[in-house]
């Protein structure tokens, strides 16, 4: 049995505050309950998604009855800057009874069908067949760039070091030259949001962030590395996603 709970965020950090809330995918079978965390939103969002969405519920406890609890409704539509490396879809939560559109965090296409099928949440962005296109367009673009670089590097050889095209390795090839076949190092992380918002560039070459987890007691993203990472890249990583936590605050 599969079902779309709001579950309270044990250590939520200054950022999302007391009373925090994390939306995801609960699922029950003979052999207990497991919870996978989409989305960690402030208090505001959790109580006022789960009390105006009527099929959103809480995991373990209601939250104490209260006046203040404005009710809110949802949409689910697609983000004004896609990437290939982001959650391109983003959860909108607005007031019954007004129009005012609060963005409550940002989705990957699979937790966003699951949000649109379990909780009949409205979906606003482009239909399937254009989303596709945009995601394609997107994949040719950066080929096209990495072949031009490739392509300067040929004819210049002193422009730089172009990207390996023959061992730049995608997720799920093998590394048979290292021995293993897939890395990935996981950071701790107050602002989940902030960090997938970051550009590319701002992690150290053959880094890419590949998912995020706020389900247990700590919230932390995960990076996929196509190479053994250095002392060096991993504090550079960790100073940047501090700078961050510090630096962005979420719209609320």
């Not at 490396?85 to 983003?90: A, G, L, P, T």
């Not at 994949?139 to 172009?162: H, I, Y």
């Amino acid at each position: 049995m599969r079902s779309i709970v709001m579950q309270r965020v044990f250590n939520p950090g200054p950022k999302l505050g007391a009373g925090a809330g994390v939306i995801g995918m609960r699922t029950h079978d003979l052999s207990g309950s497991d919870f996978e965390g989409y989305l960690r939103m402030p208090r505001r969002f959790a109580e006022g998604l789960t009390e105006g969405i009527p099929n959103l519920h809480w995991r373990y406890q209601t939250p104490p009855e209260t006046t203040s609890v404005q009710p809110m409704h949802a949409k689910i539509g697609l983000r004004e800057d896609p990437g290939l490396d982001k959650r391109n879809f983003v959860l909108l939560a607005h007031k019954v009874g007004h129009d005012r559109l609060y963005t409550v965090g940002y989705l990957d296409k699979e937790q966003a069908d699951e949000l649109v099928r379990e909780l009949d949440i409205p979906y606003v962005g482009p239909p399937e067949a254009e989303y596709v296109s945009i995601m394609t367009r997107l994949k040719v673009a950066d080929l096209r760039a990495r072949a031009d670089a490739l392509e300067a590097s040929l004819q210049d050889p002193s422009a730089g070091t172009a990207p390996d095209v023959a061992t730049d390795t995608a997720a799920g090839e093998s590394h048979d030259d290292e021995g293993w076949s897939d890395l990935k190092v996981a950071f701790d992380a107050d602002d989940t949001d902030a960090v997938w918002n970051a550009p590319a560039d701002a992690w150290p070459d053959g880094w890419a962030l590949n998912e995020s987890d706020g389900s247990g007691a700590r919230n932390v993203v995960i990076f996929r590395v196509d190479h053994l990472p250095t002392s060096d890249e991993t504090r550079a990583v960790a100073a940047g996603i501090g700078k961050l936590d510090q630096s962005i605050t979420p719209e609320i």
